[in-house]
């Protein structure tokens, strides 16, 4: 976000991890929000849901406050990881957005955008079955941005880091689908 969260993003599109990590962690010396993209997108003309073209992850934003249903992120990781036990599900990547988490369910192999439209709308209700507050908001938009590790969180003035706390297990998308179900 070239011009404080208030504003629309700046969007940039890479060609490899490499690349996006270079220019992610020099926006973020310069003091910027710095977000990826879930998704791959067909062209660098949108992000937009209806360019995009396939995903390898399932992803879910946990709120962590005073004010939220969980209070700190070990809440948050908590009540995740009670669902995921229970559907069977393998570990998520972790990462601490620096006033929440994030957590990403990768797949083994990516999936068309038709595909993993069902299977978000799924998870996310499986998600509210379980009781799980999450940002429905993110958990089924295929154009969500997302904190990147190793850069900073500066929402509110002093920032926070956004780390990497644990790294998930990639699972097929057909035995997610089956779990969930």
Excluded at 57 to 80: C, F, I, Q
Excluded at 134 to 155: C, E, F, M, Q, W
Aim: positive net charge; glycine residues 8%.
């Amino acid at each position: 976000f070239k011009n404080g969260l208030g504003a629309p993003p700046t969007h940039y599109f890479y060609n490899n991890d490499a690349a996006l990590v270079e220019a992610a962690l020099a926006y973020n010396r310069l003091g910027k929000n710095v977000y990826h993209g879930c998704a791959v997108y067909k062209t660098s003309q949108s992000r937009k849901g209806e360019n995009a073209a396939a995903v390898k992850s399932l992803w879910v934003d946990l709120d962590v406050g005073s004010n939220k249903t969980y209070k700190t992120p070990r809440d948050a990781v908590a009540a995740l990881e009670k669902f995921r036990r229970t559907v069977g599900l393998e570990q998520p990547h972790y990462v601490s957005s620096g006033f929440g988490i994030h957590a990403y369910f990768p797949f083994t192999v990516p999936v068309d955008t038709t595909s993993w439209s069902k299977l978000a709308a799924i998870f996310a209700s499986c998600l509210d079955v379980a009781g799980v507050a999450h940002d429905g908001s993110r958990t089924h938009d295929i154009a969500s941005i997302l904190r990147v590790p190793g850069t900073n969180n500066y929402k509110n003035g002093t920032p926070r880091s956004v780390k990497l706390l644990a790294a998930g297990t990639a699972e097929a998308p057909d035995q997610i689908l089956k779990k969930l179900k």
